[in-house]
C-alpha cells in the first residue's frame, strides 16, 4: 500500500515541504506521495482524526498548529517537550509521536560552515524558534551562548533554562564585537521595510551572521551583515536540514541534503553558492 505524508497549516500554499519531500522520494524511489492540506485552527482535531482514518504516515506541521497539536498526541520525543511545540509527527503502528526538528535543523546547517563549537553565540529573540536553537546548540556541545531579546525578562527566562547568559539589546550592541556567531531568530526582516533586530554598526569582519528567515533569501540583516564583511547564512539551510531529519524519522533515509539547498535556493530565485 502506498504510504502518504502531508504537510498541515494555516496558510499553506506557500509551503516548499511538498516540493522537498516529493523530490526525495522520487530521487529513492519510494513509493509515498506527500500533500500540503490547509487546516483551520478550528479544524485541527477533526483534521487529524480524518488523517489518522486516512491511514497517514506522518506529517509536518507549521503555523499556527505547532503548540495546538501537542495535546492529540500520544507520545513526545525530548525535543517537542522542551519547545513544547511539535513540527513532525510519526507513526510506529500503536500512535503517533511528535518530535521537533526546527532546532536540530539549524544546527546541521550550522556545522556545514565549520564552526568551532567553542564559538560565543549571540542568539536574537527568545521566542520559539529561539528556544529550539538555544536547546540544540547547547545538545551539539556550543556552551558559551548568550541571549538577547526586545523584552530582556523572556531572554533571561530561556537563558536560566539551557544554563546560559542574558543581554539587553543595547548592551548587545555594545559588545558585538566579543561574538563569533550571531543567529538572527526574530520575524524582523520577513519585509525589506523593516529595522534591523539590533544594529551591526559594531560587528567584526568574518562573524557568521544567521537569519532564519528565507524569503527574502538576503533580509536586511543579512545585506548589513555581508556589507561588514561578515559570513552570512540564510535560513534555506534550517528549513532543509530540518526536512531531512523527518524525512529520515520516517524512511530511514538520508536525502542528499546540499543538491535540495541548491534547488530551493534557485526556486526562490537566488544563485547557489557550495561553501
Known amino acids: 500500500m502506498k504510504k502518504w505524508y502531508a504537510v498541515i497549516g494555516d496558510p499553506i500554499t506557500h509551503s516548499l515541504s511538498p516540493f522537498m519531500h516529493e523530490a526525495w522520494f522520487d530521487e529513492h524511489e519510494i513509493d509515498a506521495a506527500y500533500l500540503p492540506i490547509h487546516v483551520e485552527p478550528s479544524q485541527l482535531e477533526k483534521s487529524f482524526e480524518a488523517m489518522k482514518t486516512l491511514g497517514i504516515s506522518g506529517f509536518n506541521i507549521t503555523l499556527p498548529h505547532k503548540r495546538s497539536i501537542v495535546p492529540l498526541l500520544g507520545k513526545l520525543e525530548k525535543s517537542a517537550m522542551q519547545m513544547n511545540a511539535v513540527n513532525t509527527v510519526s507513526f510506529d503502528g500503536a500512535e503517533y509521536s511528535g518530535l521537533n526538528t526546527d532546532g536540530d535543523g539549524f544546527v546541521r546547517s550550522l556545522l556545514v560552515h565549520d564552526v568551532d563549537k567553542t564559538a560565543k553565540v549571540l542568539l536574537i529573540g527568545a521566542g520559539g524558534a529561539a528556544r529550539g536553537i538555544a536547546y540544540a546548540l547547547k545538545r551539539a556541545g556550543f556552551m558559551d551562548i548568550t541571549i538577547t531579546n526586545r523584552t530582556y525578562r523572556r531572554a533571561e527566562e530561556l537563558a536560566t533554562e539551557i544554563q546560559s547568559s542574558a543581554i539587553t539589546l543595547t548592551e548587545s550592541e555594545e559588545r558585538l564585537v566579543e561574538f563569533e556567531v550571531l543567529v538572527q531568530t526574530t520575524s524582523v526582516g520577513l519585509t525589506t521595510s523593516e529595522a534591523l533586530p539590533i544594529s551591526l554598526n559594531g560587528v567584526k569582519a568574518g562573524t557568521l551572521v544567521a537569519d532564519i528567515i528565507y524569503t527574502p533569501l538576503e533580509t ?16 534555506v539551510g534550517m528549513f532543509v536540514y530540518q526536512g531531512a531529519i523527518a524525512f529520515e524519522q520516517w524512511t ?8 535540495m539547498i541548491q534547488l530551493i535556493t534557485e526556486k526562490l530565485g537566488g544563485t547557489y553558492v557550495n561553501n
Open 252 to 259: 530511514g533515509v538520508q536525502p542528499n541534503t546540499e543538491k
Open 220 to 235: 536586511p540583516f543579512l545585506k548589513k551583515a555581508a556589507e561588514k564583511n561578515c559570513v552570512t547564512l540564510n535560513g
